[in-house]
């Protein structure tokens, strides 16, 4: 063969075997693809966001991660990218599977609201309608005698605990795990979340302890989402993974979304975190969703990945529906990503949502375009989980972002890099 040829040969081969490895960490979409520009992006300004990522799995912060970008449908960005497992040398992959604690939220949220539109729900309904122990349940309030001695004192609810509140979570109940107070002890010493308990189980031993404060009245953290799981199981005389799958997983092809993951060939797409990274507050480690438990937590127990989890927001993004079947009407995706706290309702310390925002039906909402410290446009909604996912769907702009990893030390500082590296490279 003539040398120039060969040389050129070579060198096309390089290009071709270049364009493929790129091809590869840009996995091939399940959602129809378009290159950046076509959705209003700058493709340098978006590959800012891998190269950030490389760097951050290059300098041992996390393993790896997977993020998506969809706009109008269609896939402006996805990229995988480190490992799946520290451990393991698997490269992270568009199937692998994430705990995704809290954004269970939304999807147990948006279950409700589809009974709720047929009429097996109401929001205004007391729990105790559906959880006969919760019509007693006492606050705890704290009281300091003259010696400065704290104490506990149990009183009479004002108003009874509503579906709406569980959504909202100004129920009254907390979470024992961050925080400081007598109540929250009393949910440490209860052991709440260490037994082995099952859904009903679970809530009835919640009964037994006090309200952190009064229904209605403060936006608190809380399980509250949990015993709407219970709420939604008794309503529909189903178990909850039974309900989510026929309602959700299986008409989305959420074909990965699950409590636990039983299976051999599954597990070994699990996703794990730094050996040093496990904790995600308080002393609680990371679960294990290989070990199948009896409870089906409806505030934080589902697994899920990159791919299923985009479905079901291009569901929320469509105004409820997708792929020719309907979820919910658009008026109630509208109802349940405005804000439902208004003034009446107290924030603490611990306001998870932030400043700007208020709360929906299972989301943080967006009420302003600035105060928060980070970019975003009004109306839009997000949530994320405490082992370092997070999305967000961004109604005016017709955008949502997926972002898949497992790290609870850096979940709250990554949110914002990658909401103003997204923002940073839309340019219409």
């Known amino acids: 063969m003539h040398p ?3 040389a050129r040969g070579l060198r096309a081969w390089l290009f071709a075997a270049s364009l493929l490895a790129a091809a590869s960490s840009l996995w091939a979409q399940p959602l129809p693809a378009a290159r950046p520009e076509e959705l209003g992006f700058s ?3 978006l590959d800012r966001v891998g ?3 490389e760097s951050e799995v290059a300098a041992r912060r996390i393993p790896g991660a997977v993020v998506m970008v969809v706009r109008n449908g269609r896939v402006a960005y996805g990229r995988s990218i480190g490992q799946q497992d520290p451990a393991s040398p698997r490269p992270m992959g568009r199937d692998s599977i994430f705990r995704i604690y809290s954004m269970t939220k939304p999807i147990v949220s948006v279950a409700a609201m589809m009974m709720v539109e047929e009429g097996k729900l109401l929001l205004e309904a007391p729990v105790a309608r559906y959880i006969p122990s919760f019509a007693n349940l006492k606050v705890g309030v704290e009281k300091t005698d003259a010696s400065g001695a ?3 004192e149990l009183v009479p609810m004002r108003r009874q605990m509503t579906v709406q509140d569980l959504l909202r979570h100004t129920s ?3 979470y024992g795990f961050f925080g400081n107070s007598l109540v929250k002890k009393a949910y440490l010493d209860a052991r709440v979340g260490a037994d082995d308990l099952n859904t009903a189980d679970f809530v009835e031993k919640l009964a037994t302890l006090p309200l952190h404060y009064q229904p209605g009245s403060t936006w608190d953290y809380s399980y509250s989402t949990d015993v709407l799981g219970r709420v939604l199981e008794v309503a529909s005389g189903q178990s909850l993974e039974s309900l989510l799958r026929a309602r959700l997983f299986a008409p989305l092809g959420m074909k990965d979304t ?3 993951v039983p299976e051999p060939a599954r597990q070994a797409r699990i996703a794990e975190p730094l050996a040093d990274d496990r904790s995600i507050g308080a002393g609680a480690a990371f679960n294990d969703p290989r070990v199948v438990r009896k409870f089906e937590s409806g505030g934080g127990g589902l697994v899920s990945t990159a791919d299923d989890y ?3 927001l291009l569901m929320m993004a469509n105004g409820g529906t997708l792929d020719g079947r309907r979820y919910l009407s658009p008026k109630t995706v509208e109802y349940m990503t405005s804000d439902h ?5 107290a924030t603490t310390p611990l306001y998870l949502p932030g400043a700007g925002y208020g709360f929906g039906l299972g989301f943080a909402v967006r009420k302003v375009t600035g105060e928060a410290p980070y970019l975003a446009a009004a109306g839009e909604y997000n949530w994320g989980g405490a082992g370092g996912t997070y999305m967000w769907v961004d109604p005016k702009n017709n955008m949502f972002v997926v972002f898949m990893m497992q790290s609870p030390k850096q979940r709250v500082p990554y949110r914002s890099i990658l909401r103003n590296m997204v923002y940073g490279a839309m340019e219409r």
């Open 4 to 6: 120039t040829r060969s």
């Open 43 to 45: 493709a340098e300004r």
């Open 51 to 53: 190269q950030w990522l």
């Open 150 to 152: 704290v104490s506990l």
């Open 172 to 174: 009254g109940l907390t």
């Open 258 to 260: 699950s409590f636990y």
């Open 310 to 312: 985009s479905r079901f």
């Open 341 to 345: 706290l208004g003034t009446a309702v």
